[in-house]
Nanobody, 123 residues
């Protein structure tokens, strides 16, 4: 079993930055792929970024590539999402997710989820 808790959301102006953190607990969390997803009101949950268990492979949605950076610290059982050059369309609830195996892009492929943290970007 893996438990995930996100933090770091908030309100920021267009062009600003936020850093989301995900604290993970569980016996084998260091073996998990960690991902970030987001869900805006009235929209489906969508993939944002993911990182392999070793941290040597990352993948980003085209909409955030070059602006967001995912990282992890297995010694601290944390994953982070640094978000720069934020846009109003980045406004959503952001979720941390974990799963064993390969980096996958569908929410259906992730078994463990945090409760979400709100990110609001004002124009």
């Amino acid at each position: 079993q893996v438990q995930l808790v996100e933090s770091g959301g908030g309100l920021v102006q267009t062009g600003g930055s936020l850093r989301l953190s995900c604290a993970a607990s569980g016996r084998t969390v260091g073996s998990c792929v960690m991902g970030w997803f987001r869900q805006a009101p009235g929209k489906e949950r969508e993939f944002v970024a993911a990182i392999s268990w070793a941290g040597d492979s990352t993948y980003y949605a085209d909409s955030v590539k070059g602006r967001f950076t995912i990282s992890r610290d297995n010694a601290k059982n944390t994953a982070s999402l640094q978000m720069n050059s934020l846009k109003p369309e980045d406004t959503a609830v952001y979720y941390c997710a974990a799963n064993y195996g390969w980096i996958l892009l569908s929410p259906k492929d992730y078994n463990y989820w945090g409760q979400g943290t709100q990110v609001t970007v004002s124009s």
